[in-house]
């Protein structure tokens, strides 16, 4: 979402008269988002910005949703991208929408529905005084948990307003929850079969008749939301479900997915990673390989799903490794390369559920499936370079790297072959005096030799310093 300017432009109208002057008219929540989700297609802007590897699958079908008025549920495994598709909604929303300055449920100047604000309405007329809200203030988020109230969500009986003296009868002694207060945006509840089947039950009125129920007596309230929500599969989440009455009330359930190829994994990382040091494109394509094995594991327990945010836990973790490394080293540039890829298994070991047979063996797969992303990542980037020549001279005169090895001890002991430069050129190592890239790519290199039984790989006992020979 948008960040909200402090203020809105001094040119809008401030009054019901001034505002029926302007000629503004009123629309109703999923009209408006319909109308400018159609005006984005038809001038070709993206209507989802940051949103990754769901352009052919996810998004075709949430828009059609969202043009013909659903309320939508998100079903899909962890990571998948749920909630930041759901704030992405808002930016649907008309940057600024008029509301009736200081009522509670932020409504319309032309269709006040809450009994203090109807009563204000008809005492000043055009009057009215008018206020702006923006489109980012129109967006409620709640995170659906087993405690979590009617109250919370439809509201309850206000003591403060019955002390002052209003009788419990009267509805202004009503405290307005999340939904009535979202009147006129978009409402969104995450992992919703976590919210118990009492409280999903006080949704089914707010999402088909459109009126709330509070402690006895009904108030008829036109709410004009979108109600979205996400869920993981039924198969996986043994902590509820979504009632069967709401479920039916949902006019579209769409599925989500991990990033079809690896190029949109790859993207979805380099955007969300906050990296601590540079790390070249080929290292972050080796994490989204190692993310998608995992996916594919029979000994990780797919139900729990390997969520995205490990693959960007991990280049976290290989650009913190870069960054400890220059530090011993001495190194001014911190620049990752293919030893510090060493540090994922251990770190994000528990992000991992494995199946029940695979005790004792989790470090042994997770260095088995690294091992495959590292091969896999260099013989796609490296296919068609001839690198017997490289093998051969390393097999006589050995380069050594490592943690304590800096960049530059590492570039001094490479050969001069042909094949080493297209290896540059391939890995976008070329063209630069700093000797990190040319490190990084030189190491991916020769661990696939060593991955292909072309070079020898001999470790210290204390695991910091590494010859390929």
């Known amino acids: ?66 043009i013909a008025g659903h309320d939508v549920v998100l079903l899909g495994e962890r990571g998948q991208g749920k909630t930041r598709l759901l704030r992405s909604l808002a930016n649907l929303l008309d940057e600024w929408t008029p509301v009736v300055e200081g009522s509670e449920l932020g409504e319309h100047p032309y269709e006040p529905i809450a009994p203090e604000t109807v009563r204000r309405a008809a005492e000043l007329g055009d009057d009215l005084p008018v206020g702006w809200v923006h489109r980012s203030e129109r967006y409620t988020e709640k995170l659906a948990t087993p405690d979590t109230a009617v109250a919370d969500l439809i509201g309850d009986v206000d003591p403060v307003k019955v002390a002052e003296g209003r009788s419990l009868g009267d509805p202004e002694t009503i405290h307005f929850g999340l939904v009535p207060r979202a009147h006129r945006g978009v409402v969104a509840i995450n992992e919703l079969p976590d919210l118990a089947e009492r409280i999903q039950v006080a949704l089914l009125n ?67 990673a906050h990296l601590a040091a540079e790390v070249p494109r080929h290292l972050i394509e080796v994490v989204a390989r190692f993310t998608r094995h995992l996916r594919e594991s029979s000994a990780v327990d797919q139900g729990s799903g390997v969520s995205a945010r490990f693959a960007v836990a991990a280049a976290e973790t290989v650009a913190a490794a870069a960054l400890r490394r220059a530090a011993l080293t001495g190194e001014a540039r911190a620049y990752a390369r293919p030893v510090d890829l060493e540090a994922v298994p251990a770190v994000l070991r528990g992000k991992i559920e494995f199946e029940s047979g695979e005790e004792g063996r989790e470090e042994e797969i997770l260095e088995h499936l690294l091992r495959r992303a590292i091969a896999d990542t260099a013989r796609f980037a490296l296919r068609g370079v001839d690198l017997s020549e490289l093998a051969d001279e390393v097999a006589t005169r050995p380069v050594r790297t490592g943690e304590r090895v800096p960049a530059a001890e590492v570039v001094a002991k490479l050969p001069t072959v042909d094949s080493l430069t297209q290896v540059a050129t391939r890995l976008g190592a070329e063209g630069t005096e700093d000797p990190g890239p040319m490190a990084s790519a030189a190491e991916l290199a020769l661990e696939y030799l060593f991955l292909t039984r072309k070079l020898a790989k001999d470790e210290t006992d204390d695991g910091d310093t590494v010859e390929y020979g």
Not at 4 to 14: E, G, K, N, W, Y
Request: aromatic content about 6%; overall charge negative; glycine content about 6%.
């Open 1 to 66: 979402m948008e960040d909200v300017p402090f203020t809105a432009p001094s040119d809008l109208p401030r009054t019901l008269g001034a505002l029926r002057a302007s000629g503004h008219e009123l629309k109703g929540v999923k009209t408006e988002i319909r109308d400018n989700l159609l005006a984005a297609l038809r001038e070709g802007r993206d209507p989802w910005p940051g949103i990754v590897g769901f352009e052919s699958t996810v998004l075709p079908q949430l828009e059609r949703a969202l």
């Open 206 to 272: 707010v999402m088909e008749e459109r009126d709330i129920q509070v402690r006895g007596y009904t108030l008829r309230l036109p709410l004009d939301v979108l109600l979205v929500a996400s869920a993981n599969p039924e198969d996986y989440t043994n902590r509820g479900r979504i009632i069967t009455p709401l479920k039916d009330r949902f006019g579209a359930e769409v599925r989500t997915h991990y990033p079809l190829e690896v190029s949109d994994e790859v993207d979805l990382v380099v955007q969300e």
